[in-house]
């Protein structure tokens, strides 16, 4: 069980041009879902925390305007790319989190901006 | 505030040889503690953690960990080292309430030589 997804695993997209990340929990309900961004070799850093039907709460230094979070539903999250740049190339992997409070992983979804 | 601190960015053994990985962590409050495994271009997958109780918790693929309070410490061992077990780690600590955050170490790349 705990099973996160997330789609699509591998995108590319032109700079200027918007992309959407989608984060499923499969099978439990999520009421927290977390977005990480990863850079080659580094840790996972923490770019938001979202709850169902709220409004995501951002970290210092991440830009809410150009990374849209949206999480409509208890199995559905989504982080959009707004005007993406080359910069924006990275790692980006959701996590979700039930009544247990503990953190299901997805597989992490690798953007590249050209 | 909660940090991690992962000694030594690469880890390199041979196989059948122990594997030691080490973490150590500073929280104000007692501390939830877990291990990662992450794959190339993969999410992570959880190893083992710690919440409460028994010190030694046992964890997937034979790795286990220690947590030892007094020296805010949280290593993980593995007796004999496979090839297979070649991957990134990531140490990390949250509070032990509610839907606190994830942080994460800086992780220690294993290698692991024939």
């Known amino acids: 069980g705990a099973v996160v997804s997330q789609h699509p695993s591998w995108v590319i997209c032109k700079s200027g041009t918007s992309v959407k990340i989608e984060c499923r929990s499969l099978?439990?309900?999520?009421?927290?879902m977390f977005w990480y961004r990863q850079f080659p070799k580094q840790s996972l850093m923490l770019m938001a925390t979202s709850n169902e039907g709220s409004k995501a709460t951002y970290e210092q230094g991440v830009e809410k305007d150009k990374f849209l979070i949206n999480h409509a539903s208890l199995t559905l999250s989504t982080l959009t790319v707004t005007s993406a740049h080359p910069e924006d190339s990275s790692f980006y992997i959701c996590s979700a989190a039930g009544v247990s409070y503990e953190q299901y992983f997805g597989p992490g979804t690798r953007l590249t901006v050209t | 505030a909660q940090s991690v601190t992962q000694l030594g960015s690469h880890v390199s053994v041979s196989e059948g040889a122990l594997v030691l990985l080490r973490c150590n962590y500073s929280s104000s409050v007692p501390p939830y503690l877990f291990w990662y495994v992450q794959y190339p271009n993969q999410g992570l997958q959880l190893l083992l953690k710690y919440t409460t109780g028994a010190t030694l918790v046992k964890g997937i693929n034979g790795f286990e960990a220690e947590f030892k309070k007094s020296e805010t410490s949280f290593h993980l061992t593995k007796p004999s080292a496979h090839m297979s077990d070649a991957a990134e780690y990531f140490c990390a600590v949250r509070e032990n309430s509610g839907y606190s955050t994830l942080t994460f170490g800086k992780g220690t790349m294993l290698l692991v030589s024939p």
């Open positions: 099978d439990f309900q999520a009421t927290t």
